[in-house]
């Protein structure tokens, strides 16, 4: 069965860190491109990372950019996303996806095969 499985959501104070991660079984993630999403309740999932195959390409939503981290580690099969100085606004449920879409479409959900089933943060006090 190919499945995409995240952990490492929870509650966190703003300015906190969490470190998610997403692990492959079924599938190797060596020839996909991968991506974190997150969708808040009442919103449409957005983009937050993607990072390329070989994990040489990576790419930000702004609002994200210089305290997010993504990261993967294909002799494990998993990637990560650390988060650092999170914002009450980004409690979300974060999903993990695994595509073959080009760079200029890695923030469209709909250019992704195969998706997690979620983690929740909560970044409150």
């Known amino acids: 069965q190919l499945q995409l499985v995240e952990s490492g959501g929870g509650l966190v104070q703003p300015g906190g860190s969490l470190r998610l991660s997403c692990a492959a079984s079924?599938?190797?993630?060596?020839?996909?491109?991968v991506g974190w999403f997150r969708q808040a309740p009442g919103k449409e999932r957005e983009f937050v990372a993607a990072?390329?195959?070989?994990?040489?390409?990576?790419d930000y939503a702004d609002s994200v950019r210089g305290r997010f981290t993504i990261s993967r580690d294909n002799t494990k099969n998993t990637m990560y996303l650390q988060m650092n100085n999170l914002r009450p606004e980004e409690t979300a449920v974060y999903y993990c996806?695994?595509?073959?879409?080009?760079?200029?479409?890695?923030?469209?959900?709909?250019?992704?095969?195969?998706w997690g089933q979620g983690t929740q943060v909560t970044v409150s006090s």
């Open positions: 079924g599938f190797t993630l060596d020839y996909y491109n």
């Open positions: 996806a695994a595509g073959r879409p080009n760079p200029t479409n890695w923030g469209r959900p709909r250019e992704y095969d195969y």
């Open positions: 990072i390329s195959w070989r994990g040489a390409v990576t």
